[in-house]
Antibody
């Protein structure tokens, strides 16, 4: 059974960089069948896609966050990470990591089948 | 790109059916089969219920069904049960970009 677990500081000061890591067990981030994604949810609000990374290192980001986001992957640790720079209070949210199946043979999917439990990050001085 | 449009809330009595709509545009919901639906209980991570417009995730009751017409996707829950009370989000993925609806709170009366 695949499990994802977010970790990182729960409090970040304004203008600093938010850093989170997602540790994967029961599966491999080196698989070519999945995207490894980050999604966030401000308190009391809806879900926002941040971006994904593929095992090859290819990334895609939400255009609204693209200038501040970096997603990276460490296959040796079976982890992937999120960095969000120049944070403000508007970046306060629960941050989820998730797996997204893509294509298997001739069939493609694109949905989030496994999620981490989420990590609350508060931006405040 | 704008979020997909969902009603803020819907409600129904136990045993009834409810439908949640999700309206996008031709370059997301209307143009692709990659529409998924997520159920989120308070304090929990979202859980996929439907993917590829109308395919149920393994283990999801067949009371949950999905459909699409034009630029609008729908999630129908029949035979409402108390445990169905949750927030529901639609999602459109086109490979290079993903966006979610604003979410719908389902209340079981």
């Amino acid at each position: 059974q695949l499990q994802l677990q977010e970790s990182g500081p729960g409090l970040v000061e304004p203008s600093e960089t938010l850093s989170l890591t997602c540790s994967v067990s029961g599966g491999s981030v080196s698989s070519g069948d999945y995207y490894w994604s980050w999604i966030r949810q401000p308190p009391g609000k809806g879900l926002e896609w941040i971006g994904y990374i593929f095992y090859s290192g290819i990334t895609q980001y939400n255009p609204s966050l693209k200038s501040r986001v970096t997603i990276s992957l460490d296959a040796s640790k079976n982890q992937f990470s999120l960095r969000l720079s120049s944070v403000t209070a508007a970046d306060t949210a629960v941050y989820y990591c998730a797996r997204e199946p893509i294509c298997s043979g001739a069939e493609c999917y694109y949905y989030f089948d496994y999620w981490g439990q989420g990590a609350l990050v508060t931006v405040s001085s | 790109q704008s979020a997909l449009t969902q009603p803020r809330s819907v409600s129904g009595s136990p045993g009834q059916s409810v439908t949640i709509s999700c309206t996008g545009i031709t370059t997301d919901v209307g143009g692709y089969k990659y529409v998924s639906w997520y159920q989120q209980h308070p304090g929990k991570a979202p859980k996929v219920m439907i993917y590829d417009v109308n395919r149920r995730r393994s283990g999801v009751p067949d009371r949950f069904s999905g459909s699409k017409s034009g630029n609008t996707a729908s999630l129908t829950i029949s035979g409402l049960q108390a445990e169905d009370e949750a927030d529901y989000y639609c999602c459109s993925s086109v490979g290079s970009y993903t966006h979610f609806g604003g979410g719908t709170k389902l209340t079981v009366l």
